[in-house]
């Protein structure tokens, strides 16, 4: 095991090298173009052996991606933002195959107004399109999921495409020190792929067809079950995972002063580690503040959220995003979560950093106090609308 | 190399499909296979030849095959190509069909890029000439006046106001390892440059006109007829770019009448003397200059 | 090698792959009822020259002992190979 100072890109472009994926194919944007620079450098200098396609869009990225894997090889994508939505098409198209696919998002901002830095509008506008999505919240994390990731979207009762979100720049490009797991290792833990779902010329397949009303609804209710089946199949490669490298993940959520505490902030992201401060100081003053990231929006949390929180006197969901017109996307889901599973409780959704705006310590604090003290459905922390 | 009938594999690789009687782009598909055996992994994007060949359970393809989201014909070719080699497999082909729109508008740009990485792959475009699967709709590659659902033919318009999209001299100017064009009309010649193409390592263009009985207003019986004549009334051409130069394989004495190859079909059935003077003139400028330039064979 | 019907024509909720892939050629209805007319070899005249074959578009027409013979199970009745032959060995006549 080596010890690093990396990015977060480039700590996410290690676990790539160590996953080994037969082909990559990418098409540059800002601020994810340094994982797709060091896993050309990898290539050009021998350290990963994989066929680097360089495409001429981002639907051509998944397009080819799919292809690889319809052939029954693994493969890996990158993208952000307006790349992310221009190959919304093939997000769908590689879930119905059944494509074990992973990508890396950077989250960014969607334009209008133009800007390149990190919300999570864009992935969360793509919850429906039936890729697993992990949220990381630090270079460590995302190295490890980068590694995790084929195991889950590759396993049988899985069979799903991966979406590993990283906050664009906060992320992306922030350095820590990160723990390179070993080559050995790393083999010890991710098999080579094997799959019946592949062209194959000794017994030859008709792949990526129609299927009629009656057909169609039954693809789509077993799409479901895989992505149900990721579940267990996440506790298993993190228990794994844990046993190989020693390091622990928690599953769907990671919970923090949860227990006890009275108001709770639900977030996901990098913003999580700042909430969790901000919860350690209010506890110094007696107050008792917990928090819950999401590590993973599909499968989403709904019984772990709700397990989280029932104790609580009411809670906050802090999201870089919006649905215009009603609330935050990861807001609905959890408000569905709690009402599904009893829990009666006030909850509030909070937006922030959209377009990448700072979210303070301050703005964590005054989530805290209008949770405990009520307030709105949905508030835009520090957007000044009432300042003259 | 010359491909007879008698030379092709006995195989039928597409068959049972659900394409309209008459179909010229199914035949094209067909006999392409033929010529590229059972190791053919075939991509088609949606659009005619995947709507009727890929019904879960009615599955029309002998040997693999794929459809690719529309603008992702050439590459989801790339992708097989590249995942095939990974898997240590040597003895296959990687080939596109995809029909006009898929591939001179929406597919365009994929197609491109593959021939700029020049990806190992043959990309067979059967031209019918409009939107035929969703209902006979103009695509950059229908021709100067026919009349399509989104073209109609009127008083103040007279079909199609724009002619063809010049995709054989588009996917040249990549500087392509071999591009070709062809007839489903003139089979043998269509054979010959789908077994050309598979020897060449690298990007191949074929574009194949492919007559829509539908589409194009004719008798389903009529489809090689209307093949064979658009290149006989000079509509057309049979030509290839390899090693950077142009050439033309037949240069006919003489054409045939264009007024009546258009005057036979219901899309050009409108179009006045003049109009047809205008097709005439643009026909003679582009053989004229082809007989200048171009290699004659 | 060929696309063929298969006895098999429906499938039940496990039967149905849980992926969009299937084994090739896989058949489970005819194109006949599609025919208003059909192709009929007149076997004296036919030469064995194989431009029907070479042009049918569906693929229904293999040359068995130098004759034509067509699969009526898939031919269409578009009547391409009526109009190829040259020596007037294929006549369309009505379906009844």
Same mark, same amino acid.
């Given at each position: 095991?080596?010890?690093?100072?990396?990015?977060?890109?480039?700590?996410?472009?290690?676990?790539?090298?160590?996953?080994?994926?037969?082909?990559?194919?990418?098409? $540059?944007?800002?601020?994810?173009?340094?994982?797709? &620079?060091?896993?050309?450098?990898?290539?050009?200098?021998?350290?990963?052996?994989?066929?680097?396609?360089?495409?001429?869009?981002?639907?051509? /990225?998944?397009?080819?991606?799919?292809?690889?894997?319809?052939?029954?090889?693994?493969?890996?994508?990158?993208?952000?933002?307006?790349?992310?939505?221009?190959?919304?098409?093939?997000?769908?198209?590689?879930?119905?195959?059944?494509?074990?696919?992973?990508?890396?998002?950077?989250?960014?901002?969607?334009?209008? =107004?133009?800007?390149?830095?990190?919300? %999570?509008?864009?992935?969360?506008?793509?919850?429906?399109?039936?890729?697993?999505?992990?949220?990381?919240?630090?270079?460590?994390?995302?190295?490890?999921?980068?590694?995790?990731?084929?195991?889950?979207?590759?396993?049988?009762?899985?069979?799903?495409?991966?979406?590993?979100?990283?906050?664009?720049?906060?992320?992306?490009?922030?350095?820590?020190?990160?723990?390179? =797991?070993?080559?050995?290792?790393?083999?010890?833990?991710?098999?080579?792929?094997?799959?019946?779902?592949?062209?194959?010329?000794?017994?030859?397949?008709?792949? /990526?067809?129609?299927?009629?009303?009656?057909?169609?609804?039954?693809?789509?209710?077993? &799409?479901?079950?895989?992505?149900?089946?990721?579940?267990?199949?996440?506790?298993?490669?993190?228990?794994?995972f844990a046993e190989i490298f020693g390091r622990k993940y928690t599953g769907l959520t990671d919970t923090?002063?949860?227990?006890?505490?009275?108001?709770?902030?639900?977030?996901?992201?990098?913003?999580?580690?700042?909430?969790?401060?901000?919860?350690?100081?209010?506890?110094?003053?007696?107050?008792?503040?917990?928090?819950?990231?999401?590590?993973?929006?599909?499968?989403?949390?709904?019984?772990?959220?709700?397990?989280?929180?029932?104790?609580?006197?009411?809670?906050?969901?802090?999201?870089?995003?919006?649905?215009?017109?009603?609330?935050?996307?990861?807001?609905?889901?959890?408000?569905?979560?709690?009402?599904?599973?009893?829990?009666?409780?006030?909850?509030?959704?909070?937006?922030?950093?959209?377009?990448?705006?700072?979210?303070?310590?301050?703005?964590?604090?005054?989530?805290?106090?209008?949770?405990?003290?009520?307030?709105?459905?949905?508030?835009?922390?520090?957007?000044?609308?009432?300042?003259? | 190399?010359?491909?007879?009938?008698?030379?092709?594999?006995?195989?039928?690789?597409?068959?049972?499909?659900?394409?309209?009687?008459?179909?010229?782009?199914?035949? #094209?598909?067909?006999?392409?296979?033929?010529?590229?055996? =059972?190791?053919?992994?075939?991509?088609?994007?949606?659009?005619?030849?995947?709507?009727?060949?890929?019904?879960? $359970?009615?599955?029309?393809?002998?040997?693999?095959?794929?459809?690719?989201?529309?603008?992702?014909?050439?590459?989801?070719?790339?992708?097989?190509?590249?995942?095939?080699?990974?898997?240590?497999?040597?003895?296959?082909?990687?080939?596109?069909?995809?029909?006009?729109?898929?591939?001179?508008?929406?597919?365009? %740009?994929?197609?491109?890029?593959?021939?700029?990485?020049?990806?190992?792959?043959?990309?067979?475009?059967?031209?019918?000439?409009?939107?035929?699967?969703?209902?006979?709709?103009?695509?950059?590659?229908?021709?100067?006046?026919?009349?399509?659902?989104?073209?109609?033919?009127?008083?103040?318009?007279?079909?199609?106001?724009? =002619?063809?999209?010049?995709?054989?001299?588009?996917?040249?100017?990549?500087?392509?390892?071999?591009?070709?064009? /062809?007839?489903?009309?003139?089979?043998?010649?269509?054979?010959?440059?789908?077994?050309?193409?598979?020897?060449?390592?690298?990007?191949?263009?074929?574009?194949?006109?492919?007559?829509?009985?539908?589409?194009?207003?004719?008798?389903?019986?009529?489809?090689?007829? #209307?093949?064979?004549?658009?290149?006989?009334?000079?509509?057309?051409?049979?030509?290839?770019?390899?090693?950077?130069?142009?050439?033309?394989?037949?240069?006919?004495?003489?054409?045939?009448?264009?007024?009546?190859?258009?005057?036979?079909?219901?899309?050009?059935?409108?179009?006045?003397?003049?109009?047809?003077?205008?097709?005439?003139?643009?026909?003679?400028?582009?053989?004229?200059?082809?007989?200048?330039?171009?290699?004659?064979? | 090698?060929?696309?063929?019907?298969?006895?098999?024509?429906?499938?039940?909720?496990?039967?149905?792959?849980?992926?969009?892939?299937?084994?090739?050629?896989?058949?489970?209805?005819?194109?006949?009822?599609?025919?208003?007319?059909?192709?009929?070899?007149?076997?004296?005249?036919?030469?064995?020259?194989? %431009?029907?074959?070479?042009?049918?578009?569906?693929?229904?027409?293999?040359?068995?002992?130098?004759?034509?013979?067509?699969?009526?199970?898939?031919?269409?009745?578009?009547?391409?190979?009526?109009?190829?032959?040259? $020596?007037?060995?294929?006549?369309?006549?009505?379906?009844k």
């Amino acid at each position: 095991m080596a010890r690093k100072f990396l990015s977060g890109d480039e700590a996410f472009a290690e676990g790539i090298r160590l996953a080994k994926p037969d082909v990559i194919s990418a098409y $540059p944007i800002t601020p994810q173009t340094i994982v797709v &620079e060091r896993l050309s450098e990898m290539v050009e200098n021998g350290s990963l052996d994989s066929e680097f396609i360089h495409v001429e869009s981002e639907h051509s /990225a998944l397009s080819c991606a799919m292809g690889a894997s319809a052939s029954g090889v693994r493969a890996f994508t990158a993208t952000s933002s307006q790349g992310l939505l221009y190959m919304a098409e093939c997000l769908y198209y590689a879930s119905g195959g059944r494509f074990p696919i992973v990508m890396m998002n950077a989250n960014r901002s969607t334009a209008l =107004p133009w800007n390149i830095y990190g919300d %999570q509008r864009d992935s969360l506008s793509q919850l429906d399109s039936g890729w697993i999505q992990a949220y990381a919240e630090n270079a460590q994390e995302a190295l490890d999921l980068a590694l995790m990731s084929f195991r889950i979207a590759e396993h049988r009762d899985v069979s799903t495409p991966f979406m590993i979100n990283l906050d664009g720049f906060i992320l992306t490009h922030t350095y820590e020190e990160v723990n390179i =797991p070993d080559r050995a290792d790393a083999d010890r833990f991710l098999e080579p792929y094997e799959t019946e779902n592949r062209l194959d010329l000794n017994e030859p397949k008709n792949m /990526a067809f129609s299927a009629g009303p009656d057909y169609n609804y039954i693809f789509k209710y077993k &799409e479901h079950q895989g992505m149900l089946g990721a579940v267990p199949v996440i506790k298993e490669t993190e228990e794994k995972f844990a046993e190989i490298f020693g390091r622990k993940y928690t599953g769907l959520t990671d919970t923090y002063l949860t227990e006890d505490a009275d108001y709770i902030i639900i977030t996901l992201g990098t913003i999580a580690g700042l909430c969790r401060e901000t919860a350690d100081r209010l506890r110094a003053e007696g107050k008792k503040a917990g928090v819950v990231r999401i590590r993973y929006m599909r499968p989403f949390p709904a019984d772990e959220i709700a397990e989280a929180v029932k104790n609580a006197k009411a809670v906050a969901v802090l999201e870089k995003d919006i649905s215009f017109g009603n609330e935050g996307a990861v807001f609905t889901n959890v408000n569905s979560a709690l009402l599904t599973a009893g829990v009666k409780i006030p909850s509030y959704n909070f937006i922030g950093g959209l377009g990448g705006r700072n979210i303070s310590a301050s703005d964590i604090e005054e989530i805290f106090e209008k949770t405990e003290n009520g307030t709105e459905k949905v508030t835009f922390i520090g957007i000044g609308v009432d300042e003259k | 190399m010359s491909i007879n009938a008698k030379d092709l594999c006995k195989d039928e690789f597409f068959y049972g499909h659900k394409a309209c009687a008459g179909c010229g782009g199914s035949l #094209a598909v067909r006999n392409a296979l033929k010529v590229l055996g =059972p190791n053919a992994v075939a991509v088609l994007p949606a659009g005619c030849m995947s709507a009727v060949g890929f019904n879960f $359970p009615q599955l029309c393809f002998a040997n693999n095959a794929i459809i690719s989201t529309f603008a992702g014909t050439a590459s989801m070719l790339t992708g097989i190509e590249a995942g095939f080699r990974r898997r240590g497999i040597t003895d296959f082909t990687a080939v596109g069909f995809a029909g006009d729109g898929g591939t001179a508008d929406i597919g365009i %740009q994929a197609l491109s890029g593959a021939i700029d990485r020049n990806d190992n792959i043959i990309y067979i475009c059967y031209d019918n000439e409009a939107y035929m699967n969703t209902g006979i709709q103009k695509s950059g590659l229908t021709p100067f006046g026919a009349k399509t659902t989104t073209t109609p033919a009127g008083k103040n318009v007279h079909g199609n106001i724009r =002619p063809k999209k010049n995709m054989f001299e588009i996917a040249a100017a990549h500087d392509i390892p071999y591009a070709a064009t /062809a007839t489903v009309g003139y089979m043998n010649d269509f054979l010959e440059k789908v077994g050309k193409a598979s020897q060449i390592k690298g990007t191949k263009y074929i574009h194949v006109i492919a007559p829509c009985p539908t589409g194009w207003g004719i008798p389903v019986s009529d489809t090689i007829d #209307a093949a064979r004549e658009i290149v006989d009334c000079g509509l057309w051409y049979l030509a290839e770019y390899e090693n950077g130069e142009y050439n033309i394989n037949h240069n006919p004495a003489t054409f045939t009448s264009v007024s009546e190859y258009l005057k036979k079909q219901g899309r050009f059935r409108h179009l006045s003397d003049e109009d047809i003077a205008v097709i005439e003139k643009s026909r003679d400028k582009k053989w004229e200059k082809i007989r200048r330039s171009w290699n004659l064979k | 090698m060929k696309p063929y019907l298969r006895e098999k024509t429906s499938f039940g909720f496990t039967e149905v792959p849980k992926d969009t892939s299937f084994e090739a050629g896989y058949l489970v209805t005819k194109n006949s009822g599609w025919r208003s007319i059909r192709p009929v070899v007149c076997i004296d005249r036919c030469v064995g020259c194989m %431009q029907c074959y070479l042009y049918c578009p569906d693929g229904v027409i293999s040359i068995e002992n130098k004759k034509a013979v067509i699969d009526y199970d898939f031919c269409k009745g578009c009547g391409i190979c009526s109009k190829i032959c040259r $020596p007037g060995a294929v006549k369309m006549e009505a379906e009844k």
